[in-house]
């Protein structure tokens, strides 16, 4: 029978492993480490956000690696990180799936019970999911009848992929980034119309809040385009998954447009394809920051961080993606919106997969070593 060289051997090699799942489910964030000081928890009336973006889950066609390794480890880091930095919400900038484009409606359930798993006691906290290209695919397999089936599964969301939720004191506009790139169809439109409601709810709403208006309402309704009186900052916090267009970077001194979608023409119903990846086109950038003054945005898809000022002086921050499957530091955000307007964002990171894979690794081995040392005792 085999003896253990110690009897204190196999409790300090547990004692190892629980330290090491500790430390890197333990996000840094930008301020110092989460731990050994913790965020305290807001103020009274601030509300704390929680924005992760490109999980890009598999749901029910996922591997053995996903379901014994990267759920497991995934399910410690968010549970780490919610019970420290203590959000009031969770918001998904898009890609919440690998290829829900590709999934019927009832493997997409499957999609989003994976997540609800991976989320553990905090799947009870309110949660908001955008649409990305990975979600419901690119302009030349985009369904409008497709993504209406999908937001039925996706709270907040109506059937042109949008949605609108205030809590607290802070206005929230979700909008499907992917027909913003996709030329005419119906979906765009669609977008359009909320874009102009809440311009016109943000409008009234001011006007009612500078008293001219006793009485006003606030209900959204569609109405025509009018003049926007907004000041900039004003409106809401808006979120996509694509980045806005920006003119100019600096490691781009000429000027040359950064990000800009290239589309082109394919097939004889005139459905066009994009190259992929980037940023939303000019004219749609530029609409989105007239009319809706966005206090700030939060996008997604770059898959590394960024803080962002634009022209007129709307701050836009990328949110890195939170998986190990794509290029870029995984991380995430917690953006916490004062009661006296101030709002401040923190970026985290966390561990990268080799990190991971190596630290189980080296346990195996150790393990190994100690149970092949134990029959030459």
């Known amino acids: 029978m085999a003896v253990w060289p110690s009897p204190w051997l196999p409790l300090l090699l ?13 996000p840094t964030c930008s301020g110092g480490l989460t ?42 880091l968010f549970a ?8 009031d919400m969770i918001v998904v900038l898009g890609d919440i799936s690998a290829k829900g484009f ?42 409008d009848s497709f993504v209406h089936h999908v937001t039925k599964h996706l709270p907040g969301l109506d059937s042109s992929g949008c949605g609108t939720f205030e809590i607290g004191n802070v206005s929230f506009v979700s909008l499907n980034a992917v027909s913003l790139l996709c030329g005419n169809n119906p979906l765009r439109f669609s977008v359009e119309k909320v874009i102009e409601r809440e311009n016109n ?33 004003s409106g809401p916090v808006v979120l996509l998954h ?30 066009r394809s994009y190259n992929q990846l980037h940023a939303l ?29 634009h022209d007129d002086g709307t701050r836009e921050v990328i949110v890195p993606a939170v998986t190990w499957k794509i290029t870029g530091i995984p991380g995430f955000v917690i ?5 006296e307007g101030i709002m401040t964002v923190r970026h985290c990171l966390i561990v990268p997969e080799w990190y991971v894979m190596a630290g189980y690794s080296i346990f195996l081995f150790l393990t190994a070593l100690v149970v092949r040392l134990s029959h030459w005792m």
């Open 201 to 233: 709810h943000f409008q009234q709403k001011m006007v009612n809040e500078a008293g001219h208006f006793s009485l006003g309402s606030t209900k959204r309704e569609d109405c025509n385009w009018r003049p926007n009186n907004m000041e900039s900052g």
């Open 35 to 76: 731990t050994p000081a913790p965020t305290p928890a807001p103020a009274p009336g601030d509300l704390r956000v929680m924005m992760v973006s490109d999980l890009m889950l598999p749901g029910s066609d996922a591997t053995y690696a996903d379901r014994l390794f990267r759920n497991h480890v995934m399910s410690k």
């Open 281 to 309: 086109p000019a004219n749609s950038t530029q609409y989105i920051l007239q009319a809706l003054k966005p206090r700030i945005v939060f996008s997604a898809h770059d898959g590394s961080f960024s803080d962002y000022t």
């Open 102 to 143: 590709e999934l019927a409606e009832s493997k997409w359930i499957d999609v989003l019970e994976q997540f609800e798993g991976i989320l553990g006691e905090y799947s009870i906290l309110p949660l908001h999911i955008t649409l990305g290209d990975k979600d419901v695919g690119g302009c030349a397999n985009l369904d």
């Open 80 to 87: 780490k990180s919610i019970g420290t930095l203590k959000p």
């Open 335 to 339: 953006a916490t919106f004062g009661r």
């Open 14 to 26: 547990l004692a190892a492993m629980l330290a090491f799942e500790d430390w890197l489910a333990t």
């Open 242 to 271: 694509f980045p806005l267009y920006k003119s100019q970077e600096p490691d781009n001194p000429d000027g040359e447009a950064i990000g800009v979608v290239k589309f082109s023409e394919s097939g004889a119903d005139g459905k």
